[in-house]
């Protein structure tokens, strides 16, 4: 879908995936990067906070850098300052990447918190991407031997990051009930057209496909050449 404000509708989908919930648990795994830090931000404000059921969420990383939580690259730590240390979400719902341990142990972990929670074909209720401009998602990268790994987890050195990156794989993400791509502006236009005219690509976030298709929401810039798109005015 094509909107103005792409962080307002994915506040509107957040609301209407816990009221579908009823007071079932709501697993969510959060995206890194900073699409989503208004988003964020939005959450930990006084007027969201008193509305959450706070006792139904658990929360996970769809990826993360193997950097400690203060460190300004850590994707849990983005999330923390701006949303989870502002609201009574209680720690033991919230499920950051082991980055304490080396990178393929901290996947290995992960892996495993994931079926301890989860069970051992872990389902997400909903899963937030982004989408990076040569068609990565999460830390999926073009050619990364994540997106065929038969792990939960993985832990790929990505070259064009000079970097191993922490990243759960298509395995886990396609297993998702709802899986939403958050991109906006023009720096995403064409990644974005990619993505949708040519199916073929094999771009890392083609691999994302789980049984209901992945919603997009988008804002015009990052839309501006899909014509077939509902656009929302
Ligand atoms: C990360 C993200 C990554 C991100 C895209 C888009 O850890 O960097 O998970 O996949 O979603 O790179 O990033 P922006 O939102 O900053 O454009």
């Given at each position: 879908m094509v909107v103005d404000d792409v962080t307002t509708t994915a506040l509107a989908l957040w609301t209407g995936v816990l009221r579908e919930a009823g007071d079932r648990r709501v697993s969510v795994a959060l995206s890194g990067g900073s699409t989503p830090l208004e988003m964020f931000s939005r959450l930990g404000a006084p007027d969201m906070r008193s509305q959450w059921p706070w006792e139904q969420l658990v929360l996970f990383w769809g990826d993360e850098r193997p950097v400690p939580p203060d460190h300004p690259d850590s994707n849990y730590g983005a999330a923390r300052e701006r949303w989870l240390a502002q609201?009574?979400?209680?720690?033991?719902q919230i499920y950051p990447w082991p980055t304490q341990a080396a990178p393929e142990e901290a996947a290995r972990q992960y892996a495993a918190t994931l079926t301890t929670v989860l069970g051992p074909e872990p389902v997400f209720d909903l899963v937030w991407l982004g989408v990076g401009p040569e068609g990565h998602t999460a830390s999926l990268f073009p050619g990364s031997a994540a997106l065929s790994a038969d792990a939960l987890a993985a832990a790929p050195f990505v070259a064009v990051k000079d970097t191993v990156r922490l990243t759960l794989t298509p395995r886990v993400f396609n297993l998702s009930r709802r899986v939403v791509f958050l991109a906006r502006g023009e720096d995403k236009r064409e990644i974005v057209r990619r993505a949708f005219a040519e199916p073929d690509a094999g771009l890392p976030v083609q691999s994302i496909q789980p049984a209901a298709d992945p919603w997009w929401i988008l804002d015009r810039a990052a839309a501006a050449d899909l014509p077939a798109f509902p656009r929302f005015e």
């Open positions: 609201v009574p979400l209680p720690t033991r």
